[in-house]
């Protein structure tokens, strides 16, 4: 019901009640997350800037609200931001990569690595100001059984991940294989199965990615057919990723091209700069 008042000794219309705008609705949200995780890349050239502890545990916080196995929560998030300790973790690290590139790999692994540039030298394990070790957890703490272990702490540090990108931090999702040393060199019990180890801080100036495509929705989403039977693919096969997969010409059923799917092609395997701040 509206009424008039003075305002600065104006009239002014006034309503008691105004239109209630519960946000913009389920699609704007989920595109508006979409937007910021498209933006996410992994990153192996950091700067040494430091990043507050505060910032780390409102990451590993977050990476505690995912679901588990009988809400068992198997992880343990181990934060190494000493250089000494880095310095050791490094060591061993690139130790394991030196016989990974040289002997553990096949020539099909190394050839699906090539695009990305990777080598057992592993400075971004010194320079980035955090290191976070994940852990599995194979019992809990008081030696009870865990469920789902791997997939309760594969979803946890994709959280970790959304996480840092959110703060504006980079990571990289590193995979030293095998990673034993990781329990012995942080000192972790016998219930604790290395799992990840994330370097986690600000990417160096100048820091380049490598062009990769990433699939485009067609892809990686099936549609029941809505009769009752299974989906057939409507677009196209399936493409490998990084291939450059499908044509940019095919009309796309979306209503404008979201940020991130289909990155341009031209320079993929030599890395181009960041065009876009890296987080928002
Ligand atoms: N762990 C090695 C090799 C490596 C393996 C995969 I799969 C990658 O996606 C990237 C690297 C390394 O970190 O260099």
Known sequence: MG?????????????????????AGPEAAARAFYEVMSLRRSVR???DRTVS????????????CAPSGAH????????????????????????EEREFYARRANA?????????????????????????????????????????????VGIAVGFLLAAIHHAGLVALTHTP?????????LGRPS??????????GYPAKGCTVPTLARKHLDEILVWNAGDGTPSVPTRRDTSPVGDGG????????????????????????????IRRRVGV
């Open 191 to 200: 219930n604790e199965r290395a799992y990840l180890l994330i370097p986690v």
């Open 3 to 23: 009424f008039s008042g003075q305002c600065f000794g104006m009239e002014y219309p006034h309503e008691r009640f105004v239109a209630f705008e519960p946000g």
């Open 177 to 185: 294989s095998p990673m034993g040393f990781l329990r012995d060199v």
């Open 246 to 273: 499908g044509d940019e010409d095919t009309p796309s059923p979306q209503p404008s091209p979201p940020a991130g799917e289909r990155e341009p092609e031209g320079t993929r395997g030599r890395g181009v700069m």
């Open 72 to 95: 068992k929560q198997p992880w343990r998030f181990v934060a190494v931001d000493e250089p000494q300790l880095k310095r050791r973790v490094r060591e061993a690290a690139e130790h």
């Open 45 to 47: 050239a950091f700067s």
């Open 108 to 152: 099909k692994w190394l050839e699906d690595l090539a695009a990305l540039e990777t080598g057992p030298d592993k400075a971004f394990l010194e320079t980035a100001p955090w290191l976070i070790a994940v852990f599995r957890l194979s019992s809990t703490d008081a030696g009870g059984q865990v469920y789902y272990a791997s997939e309760s």
């Open 53 to 64: 502890r505060e910032t780390i545990e409102w990451c590993v916080r977050a990476a505690g």
